[in-house]
């Protein structure tokens, strides 16, 4: 054996150390403190605090920022999170395209890029990454990198297949050379999880604990967030929605289903539409222009699909509100938002639902607000999120995993 007692008490320290810091953060980022409050609210000692507190202060995350008034002694010095202190990047790959933000830890955008991929590969799609980021290094330090992909992952005869899927992206592997080419940190997810997590941290989700994201990459992808915490599952796959049938016998998937919810309300579906109705080239190329283009002229073509899309959407919202009782459902993602309203307007939601209350203050289905870079937001927001926010469940899910245990 290896293992020695020392080097598991090693390892449980900085675990439990890792822990306090998010907690300290996480406290922060709500409001302005003392250490002795920080402690009292923590149940951390003042101590432990104390050492945090100069560490943080040094790092530049948290900033002093006056003194409290006291009733007696020394009054205490008031500490603050500190949003510019440092920096993260989010990456979002899909099939056709690269994209980088770089954030400060508010989620504020400093740089935004985004370019064409003509090939997937990631040897090749790695080397973009570094080539951005080497471009765009900010003079604060940079705390890691988020990088999302469509999922599934792991899963035989659904992963790397069809369109909408990134072939040869090994989520045991990639993690691993992402932070090999960056040189930082990586955390790693899918592209509608992370989605979800930038509109909670500044979106149409701000303030909301439990909600659900819809998300249109390629495919189409949920993120459900529930009080507070994304919903990952045993091997990061939860929200495989895309693959729920909403018309048995209907059109046929990649996926081997038929009446895919992919196949009627995504950025792929309308593309093939427009394609076979002669209004895009048969490359599909061109299709984010033409689809500003033909909204502003109402065009009856694209209005066929809204009502077929919507039609789908309705079906996959019922199931959602039953199945997860969120506060509210958002869409958002790689579609023209004046699209997305269009969606919204023409749903027409079942009445069987657990969302239909009288104390209902939101309307059931919103538009996000972090428009067509919100996964690459989201993945940033992965790096925000694990360094404020401590974790319930220490074990994070293993997406890197490509078999199961038998079931007991
Ligand atoms: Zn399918």
Redesign the pocket.
Known sequence: MSFHLHQIAGKNAEKTKAHNRRVVLGYLRGQPAGRAEIAKASGLSTQTVSNLMAELVTEGLVVPTGRRRAARGQPPVVYAFNPSGAAVLGFEVRPDTLTMVLTDLGGTALVTRQIPLAQTDPAHVLGQMAMLAQAHMPHMPVLGAGLVIPGPFGVDGLSGVGPTALPDWDPAQIPLQAEAALGLPVHFDKDATAAALAEGMAGAASGLSSYAFLYFGTGLGLGVVAQGQPIRGAFGNAGEV??IIVHPGGLI???G?AG?L?QYASRLSVQRHLIAMGALPPDGTGLDAALVQLLANQNQDLMVWVDTAAEALSRAIGLLENLFDPQCTVLGGALPDALIDLLIARLSLPPGSVARHSGRRNPRVLRGTSGTLTAAFGAAALVIHDTVTPRLDARAPDIAATESPPCP
């Open positions: 895309g693959h998937c990649e996926c289903n895919c992919e």
